[in-house]
């Protein structure tokens, strides 16, 4: 599976922005989906994620309430709207594909998923 991601750029803090993943395989419904974040100078971190189907949705505590994944089978894309966004926020956005049997376990830090997209710059301004 391939994962193109985008929709990143350069927002002032409270704006918005919606990021895209788009997947070259129809087997991308059988996929959980995430969204993850690397700052400079830390390590890559859990944001969202999203069950194959849909119906169950997970995120770290630093984005509830403000960023909300969701995916489109049928057009082999999964979403992140990113509302309120904080300086903090600023970082490497890369989406990923994962196999695995527990969703939950796509939270545990240093998760390997089985594929990962390019990354896309999110940059928040003060």
């Known amino acids: 599976v391939q994962l193109q991601a985008s929709g990143g750029g350069l927002v002032q803090a409270g704006g918005s922005l919606r990021l895209s993943c788009a997947a070259s395989?129809?087997?991308?419904?059988?996929?959980?989906m995430g969204w993850f974040r690397q700052a400079p100078g830390k390590e890559r971190e859990f944001v969202a994620a999203?069950?194959?189907?849909?119906?169950?949705?997970y995120y770290a505590d630093s984005v509830k309430g403000r960023f909300t994944i969701s995916r489109d089978n049928a057009k082999n894309t999964v979403y992140l709207q990113m509302n309120s966004l904080k300086p903090e926020d600023t970082a490497v956005y890369y989406c990923?594909?994962?196999?695995?049997?527990?969703?939950?376990?796509?939270?545990?830090?240093?998760?390997?998923?089985?594929?990962w997209g390019q990354g896309t710059q999110v940059t928040v301004s003060s």
């Open positions: 990923a594909a994962a196999h695995t049997p527990f969703i939950a376990t796509m939270t545990a830090p240093g998760f390997r998923a089985d594929y």
């Open positions: 395989r129809r087997t991308f419904s059988s996929y959980h």
């Open positions: 999203i069950s194959w189907s849909g119906g169950s949705t």
